[in-house]
């Protein structure tokens, strides 16, 4: 690559002034820096040194110095590491005063995570990782980010390509041999292999949907009938009074919404417009906006009174959410107890966890909470999972759809020639995750997210 011809430089501490700043340099130009700034031929690598720093003929500062030689490094390159104090001005002089010898300019923003990268000292994920850790706006975001670093979802993907390559393996040597092998028998653990694949792909899908939420939280919408009790609930849920709450169906006519931190998770809690048939054209408006939300989100809590009947109760569940259910796991909430003296309970009915509850009297409050914390968090937040991004899910459910139809073509045609085919497809799609394949579009649009010093 081009620009890897240059040294760069960034400030790896935020702009502004502070009590330590630090410079960071990569690149074959990192001598010449330590020759120009420290006035030295040699420093020890990997040994904190205490040191003047020269401007012009004068010296200006001192703090710690510290070399990386490549390619033991997190570029793969050299790197000098120069900390001082955190004046503005004094970074910019020692800056400004670096880039004058020849080959050395300011890094473009990720650059350095970028030549990690490019220098393969991490792949793609784990340098995304590296942003997440950044922008981690929790504990278990934070940990999660760390896994990812760490390579837990790359460990995912190799073990899943493991499986493609083996498969690969054996169509092309049965291709390009005369193997004394039978082809019913052959093309029947093909099948199996196929239906491994598929049952490891969704686990995987899984993983990248729970990182997705950790990362930017966890959705949860209220959604009802009219006076069920949503408004209320999402006050005691958020312990704020967000929501207006009078006996006036329809008080609810737009999205309100409240973040908050459930052991250390992020929750988003939206309280949506009653579910009826009526005429009014702002609140028709607003029941428009609840069925959108419902599409945006992880699980829907839907609250009825209590006394509903059945009937009615399967009306809401099979007429007015049938096509929003496919994908979201719903939740029951069978409201005001008081009025039926019925006792605080969770039970299953038509496949939805139900929990009769009072928020009158807050009875039950605690089998919610506690349900949301261990059924929900916990669910979502283990010492596995990693942090996901977007182009994850997109490029695992165009590969899961790519295998539903190989695996289908396959089993009507016996065609290991097109199944082989397919297979590198798979392959080349998978290797877009990690890096190994990758547009040059795709890596300046991930990297220019970046702070720049990362």
């Known amino acids: 690559m081009e620009k890897n011809k240059y040294t760069i430089i960034a400030r790896a501490t935020p702009l502004g002034q502070g009590s330590i700043g630090i410079i960071r340099i990569s690149g074959n130009k990192v001598l010449n820096v330590i020759k120009n700034i420290l006035r030295l031929n040699y420093i020890k690598p990997r040994y904190a040194h205490y040191l003047p720093f020269f401007?012009?003929?004068?010296?200006?500062?001192?703090?710690?110095?510290?070399?990386?030689?490549?390619?033991?490094?997190?570029?793969?390159?050299?790197?000098l590491e120069l900390q001082c104090h955190g004046s503005t001005i004094l970074l910019d002089l020692l800056i400004n005063n670096i880039i004058t010898i020849p080959g050395i300019r300011i890094a473009y923003p990720g650059e350095f995570s970028e030549r990690a990268f490019?220098?393969?000292?991490?792949?793609?994920?784990?340098?995304?990782?590296?942003?997440?850790i950044i922008s981690a706006n929790s504990k278990a975001a934070l940990f999660s980010a760390v896994n990812l670093m760490n390579g837990k979802f790359s460990l995912l993907l190799k073990k899943f390509s493991n499986i493609i390559i083996d498969l690969r393996v054996q169509i092309e040597s049965f291709l390009e041999f005369d193997l004394k092998i039978n082809f019913d028998i052959f093309c029947s653990n093909i099948k199996k292999i196929l239906k491994k694949l598929l049952n490891n792909l969704i686990n995987i899908q899984e993983y990248v949907n729970n990182g997705i939420r950790i990362k930017e939280g966890i959705k949860i919408t209220l959604i009802g009938p009219p006076n069920s009790g949503k408004s209320s609930l999402m006050n005691i849920i958020t312990n704020k009074n967000i929501s207006i709450i009078t006996n006036i169906p329809g008080t609810t006519r737009d999205i309100l919404r409240e973040n908050i931190y459930i052991n250390s998770?992020?929750?988003?809690?939206?309280?949506?417009?009653?579910?009826?048939?009526?005429?009014?054209?702002?609140?028709?408006?607003?029941?428009?906006?609840?069925?959108?939300?419902?599409?945006?989100?992880?699980?829907?809590?839907?609250?009825?009174?209590?006394?509903?009947?059945?009937?009615?109760?399967?009306?809401?569940?099979?007429?007015?959410?049938?096509?929003?259910?496919?994908?979201?796991?719903?939740?029951?909430l069978r409201n005001k107890i008081d009025m039926t003296n019925n006792i605080p309970e969770i039970t299953n009915n038509y496949n939805y966890v139900t929990i009769r509850l009072s928020i009158k009297n807050m009875k039950g409050i605690s089998l919610l909470m506690n349900f949301i914390k261990q059924k929900i968090i916990f669910t979502n937040n283990n010492e596995d999972q990693f942090t996901a991004r977007e182009r994850y899910i997109d490029s695992l459910n165009y590969i899961y759809k790519f295998l539903i139809k190989s695996q289908k073509n396959f089993i009507k045609t016996n065609s290991i020639e097109l199944l082989s085919e397919d297979l590198r497809l798979i392959q080349k799609e998978l290797d877009s995750i990690t890096g190994k394949f990758t547009s040059k579009d795709l890596l300046k649009n991930i990297f220019s997210q970046f702070c720049i010093g990362k």
């Open 118 to 132: 490019l220098n393969k000292k991490i792949d793609l994920t784990q340098a995304e990782a590296i942003s997440d």
């Open 55 to 79: 401007y012009k003929n004068k010296i200006i500062d001192k703090g710690i110095v510290l070399l990386f030689p490549k390619p033991d490094s997190f570029t793969g390159e050299d790197i």
């Open 265 to 332: 998770v992020p929750i988003e809690i939206v309280d949506t417009a009653g579910i009826r048939n009526t005429n009014n054209e702002i609140e028709i408006l607003g029941i428009q906006k609840t069925f959108k939300e419902i599409t945006r989100s992880h699980y829907l809590f839907l609250v009825v009174e209590d006394k509903i009947s059945e009937n009615n109760l399967l009306k809401i569940i099979k007429i007015k959410l049938k096509k929003f259910l496919k994908n979201t796991p719903m939740i029951i």
